[in-house]
């Protein structure tokens, strides 16, 4: 694959709201569906995995790419603002979303459904019925150390985010790492299924990170969180052996 049609064309944060060339673009979203069921809602860490597959699988798809049938959308999403929302949806709703143009990727416990590019103000009916609140997942225990071997999206320690919230932040730690391989290493993670781990940070090791030069996501702080705050750090082995 090329990717000459997904990296950046400007060194402005894509994420930030600070003014930049970025604003004077259309701007669209990407929305990304969790589906939670009353009665076997996801497991969060493995919902929070999940959303970022699945960002990565819409990036690579070959319609996504090229001269594919979303490749337009997605070259002027990712010419303006970088937005993610994440919406939750079961039985119907969820049915309906899954009716819609997209990709369902599947994790241990958490199905999440991802959609082209959408205008900011022209979401379709189906999805924009669906709610951005509660998308509060727990884990039914601990998250087993992560494997260091496989690339892992590490999440601020001082940082309090809903899980949609989170599944947004993860998705875009997730698609900068994307952006900065190499086209090898982007066919390799791509042919053994984009695994990933995300996992929280302990204190010194987020300090550590943040100074480490891998991909930082700093939100833009439209909901949530305050402008700026740096939520997730991208580790992908070939970014470490590079940096």
């Given at each position: 694959m090329t990717s000459d049609s997904i990296v950046p064309g400007d060194n402005a944060d894509p994420f930030l709201n600070e003014p930049t060339v970025r604003d004077e673009?259309?701007?669209f979203v990407l929305p990304l569906v969790v589906r939670i069921e009353r009665?076997?809602?996801p497991a969060r860490t493995d919902a929070l995995e999940t959303a970022a597959r699945a960002v990565l699988t819409i990036l690579s798809d070959e319609r996504a790419v090229g001269d594919g049938e979303w490749a337009q959308v997605m070259r002027d999403w990712q010419d303006a603002r970088i937005r993610k929302v994440v919406r939750r949806a079961r039985g119907a709703e969820w049915r309906r979303a899954e009716a819609l143009p997209g990709i369902t990727v599947t994790g241990k416990s958490a199905e999440v459904r991802v959609f082209p590019p959408v205008p900011l103000d022209g979401w379709p009916k189906d999805l924009a019925r669906l709610q951005v609140s509660g998308t509060d997942l727990d884990d039914p225990e601990p998250p087993a150390d992560a494997d260091r071997t496989a690339p892992v999206l590490w999440l601020n320690p001082d940082l309090d985010m809903s899980a949609g919230k989170t599944m947004a932040q993860t998705g875009h730690g997730a698609q900068l790492a994307w952006?900065?391989?190499s086209d090898e290493?982007?066919?390799?993670?791509r042919q053994a299924g984009f695994p990933l781990s995300v996992r929280t940070a302990g204190p010194a090791q987020w300090t550590e990170l943040i100074g480490s030069g891998l991909?930082?996501?700093k939100d833009a702080g439209f909901t949530e969180i305050a402008p700026g705050s740096a939520t997730v750090v991208a580790e992908h082995p070939a970014l470490r052996r590079r940096g």
């Open positions: 673009a259309p701007q009665e076997a809602p952006w900065e391989l290493d982007r066919t390799a993670w991909p930082l996501v």
